[in-house]
């Protein structure tokens, strides 16, 4: 038994080391066709590293090689990142602890120093301590987390090389002014090449992302055609129906990532329209607005597909679809327009003819509810599904308006 | 005015700089005291750095001090995480990176160095344009970004290093002797100091983060009593009624938290009760589970103070308010129950009374939405919001009932 199984592992060896190539090649043409500039930046990190090791490669100090090019080549490794944003901030925050780390390193070898052989190994030691315990426990803030994470990993260690490292003062300074210019050389290669060849701006990122899933609820409003979506009859299947709400999980999940691509922006200089201080924090609160409106959405289809599986009477269903598909279509327009409104950055439209209907038609199904339509019906859960789908819709509505509002806040700041 | 306004700046700066010390005081103590295993790492780190140090201060190569044990302190700085599975797979990765890229790095300058005096640097350039173009595309791949990405930095960096240095090969192997014995230093005493001092294990924490949500949904519905929950009585606003949803947000958006936790378990050797290959994919499940309920509950307090402002008569009030706070008081203790058998890893009671409670409860209410109990209530918005809470209550039961199905799986799978 045993070694029949080990016989077939070894005969499926080929068939399967055939299937992994095809796995890996399928991911492959995947990642490369969904994002290009994931192939292109791959490129790039090429081309730095290549640019950097042909710097030093022809250096005349070629002997010397060893240790300061190895800091040029490990910069531009540890530095370049996917968005400009993030490179920047990565060099700026690898050069300025460098500096800092440095100076106080000195500082601390020179203290040491002259406090006498016996104790000096031990006041080094102490320092290190402290300093480590102290500047670990910084990165534990969450300001500092979300943007000078790296400078504090670059000060311990900056700091710990310098302060233990038993050189004189004349040659750490000079050492001190070799490291930091291979570091400027390889951060600001990596800057330039990140720069000049097909910039990936994380601000535009997030702006594209904010409008992308602004535009995801639009279309999923839009499919929500009098097909597929009939609260006044039995109720299907998530599959029957042809309404799935696993198409809203991106758009649902998608804080961390607009965080990150926040916490990025802020370090890019203005470009295009793009301008310094371009009010990042806004589409925070947009992309808040957008989940709690996705959320409400899926509640709108639970409620749809979960509830009573009777049908209501065919009066209901005439009356009722109008306004339903009216709202629907509307919400689906209002917040496509949003997201166009986003992508162009152009002034919204106003007073926005879409969001005016989507009013209108609220305060309608609003009064429909109140009056005395629904007399007669006294089999409530014939006419339950529609109420509450009913009133998931108008609150719906009010999500809506409040993106509107937040958009239009974001374009008067932009502009 | 300009100068005035500066004059004011000056003027506030003694007790703005005040105002920023004292936040940095309150920050300090707030994470200290909200999880004292941060100042125990920065500890552990500070530790662990003074260690290595002094291991290299006093060894006898003294005078070749800089790079071998520039190396070791690098490691420590890099590698050591909050948790021993961070730590762990940090280590892993730089030593295996660096292992396979020194390998593979001394090959291609071996190639290079054959090939002629004048294809050496065309070749050399070549290889490491090519390397590091495939390895940064292959971070992209979703399963290696997860658990590889610091290992391709390293096998990028460490290629890099070893292909460009004008090293001969006998010179080189005896630098990657040393250079990999520092890492091995460096790294073992990270996972030393890690695991021996106060360790902070990802899965413990993964497993106490996925109880405490269940905990925290439960409480939720344990502070709805009849007091402060009355879907009956006109709506009120969310701060009148002490209800309020974004007590959910923690557990709403801790998607990426848990799933980064999951990766960083699975390095985890075995111990105490988490033995190895622990199923750590389902509390992923019971997370994502979790999340669906929270979305839900924040469903229905939306339906609950959203809705039309007008009071239901007295009547559905007194015969709803059992079923309703039946529901409520049982979903919140089936919910605790479970937190507490995720919590303590017992085998949950079977069968467990709250979920035969809760289904039955939401038979009976069910029936009553399906019975003629609501005849004689021709206009709809008296009772549109009971039915809308009712509806959401069942489904909210159905979430529940798949929870508890989850960790009972969860359960057998971990004896």
Redo the contacts between chains.
């Keep these: 038994m045993e070694m029949e199984s080990g016989w077939l592992w070894i005969k499926g060896l080929p068939s399967r080391s055939l299937a992994n190539t095809y796995e890996i090649y399928r ?2 043409t995947k ?1 490369a066709t969904d994002d290009p500039r ?2 292109i ?3 790039k ?3 730095a ?2 640019l950097v ?2 710097f ?3 250096q005349p100090l ?1 002997n010397s ?3 300061s ?2 800091w040029a ?2 910069t531009v ?2 530095v370049f990142e996917f968005s400009v944003g993030a490179t920047l901030g990565k060099g700026l925050n690898r050069g300025l602890a460098t500096l800092a780390a440095g100076a106080l390193g000195i500082g601390a070898n020179h203290l040491a120093s002259v406090s006498g052989k016996t104790s000096e ?1 031990i006041l ?2 102490l320092f ?7 500047s ?2 910084v990165r ?2 969450p300001r500092v987390k979300a943007r000078y994470d790296y400078g504090m ?1 670059i000060f ?2 900056t700091f ?2 310098v302060s ?3 050189f004189r003062t004349d040659e750490i300074l000079n050492l001190a002014q070799k490291r930091l210019s291979t570091i400027l050389i390889g951060a600001s290669t990596c800057v330039i090449v990140s720069i000049c060849v097909c910039p990936v701006w994380a601000g535009e990122d997030l702006h594209n992302l904010v409008a992308r899933n602004l535009d995801k609820l639009g279309s999923f409003f839009e499919d929500l055609t009098a097909e597929n979506f009939r609260p006044w009859e039995a109720a299907q299947t998530e599959n029957g129906s042809g309404v799935s709400v696993t198409r809203l999980n991106s758009v ?2 998608s ?2 990532s607009e965080e990150t691509l926040a916490n990025f922006a802020r370090w890019e200089p203005g470009h295009g329209r793009f301008m310094y201080r371009h009010p990042w924090k806004q589409y925070l609160k947009i992309g808040n607005l957008t989940r709690q409106c996705g ?2 959405i ?2 709108l289809i ?2 749809y597909l ?3 599986k ?1 049908q209501a009477p065919e009066e209901i269903g005439g009356t009722i679809q109008d306004a339903f598909s009216g709202m629907i279509s509307e919400s689906g327009k209002a917040l496509k327009e949003v997201a166009s409104v986003i992508e162009t950055m152009s002034r919204p439209p106003s007073p926005n003819p879409h969001l005016a209907n989507l009013k209108i038609a609220s305060k309608n199904l ?1 009064s429909l ?2 009056s ?1 339509f ?3 019906y ?4 014939q ?3 529609v ?2 789908v ?3 819709l ?2 719906i509505v ?1 999500c809506v308006e409040n993106i509107a509002d937040a958009v239009n806040e974001l374009s008067s700041m932009a502009h």
Tied chains: 1, 2.
């Design positions: 991911q492959t990642i994931k192939l930046h791959s490129f990190v090429g081309l590293l290549t090791s042909f030093y490669y022809f070629y090689f060893g240790v090019a190895m080549v490990m490794v540890v190994p080094i030691g290190v301590f402290i300093q480590a315990t102290a670990t426990f534990f803030f990993l311990i260690l710990s090389l233990i490292s038993g649902l999940d804080k961390s959320r409400r899926e509640a639970n409620a979960n509830s009573s009777t609003k509810l109140k005395d629904w007399e007669g006294s089999n409530l859960s006419v339950i599904r109420a509450a009913a009133s998931l108008i609150d009010v």
